[in-house]
């Protein structure tokens, strides 16, 4: 069956840098589209970065652009979200998304990023 397992989560300072890593399994990689979502405390799930299937086209939050890239191995069925310049509200729990060819959406477990000093 399709599992998403994420990994790279943890506590970091303000100004540093984490990279989130997310293996992918039982499904086609590269035919599925890749996001990353978080959800901080209180708050709604939110899209942070998107890739295509080949990896041509990304797509970011505004808030989080210039800052953190997504990325995809489709040999290593794994997508990556390098992120730098972490701010406090960047604290939630992370989390891999695979969207299906016929739009049905999996999801990873998740990983927690906390930022604080």
């Known amino acids: 069956q399709v599992q998403l397992v994420e990994s790279g989560g943890g506590l970091v300072q303000p100004g540093g840098s984490l990279r989130l890593s997310c293996a992918a399994s039982g499904f086609t990689f590269s035919n599925y589209v890749m996001s990353w979502y978080r959800q901080a405390v209180g708050k709604e799930r939110e899209l942070v970065a998107y890739?295509?299937?080949?990896?041509?086209?990304?797509i970011y939050a505004e808030s989080v652009k210039g800052r953190f890239t997504i990325s995809r191995d489709n040999a290593k069925n794994t997508v990556s979200l390098q992120m730098s310049s972490l701010k406090p509200e960047d604290t939630a729990v992370y989390f891999c998304?695979?969207?299906?060819?016929?739009?049905?959406?999996?999801w990873g477990q998740g990983t927690q990023v906390t930022v604080s000093s």
């Open positions: 998304a695979a969207r299906s060819p016929l739009g049905y959406d999996y």
């Open positions: 890739i295509s299937r080949a990896g041509g086209t990304t």
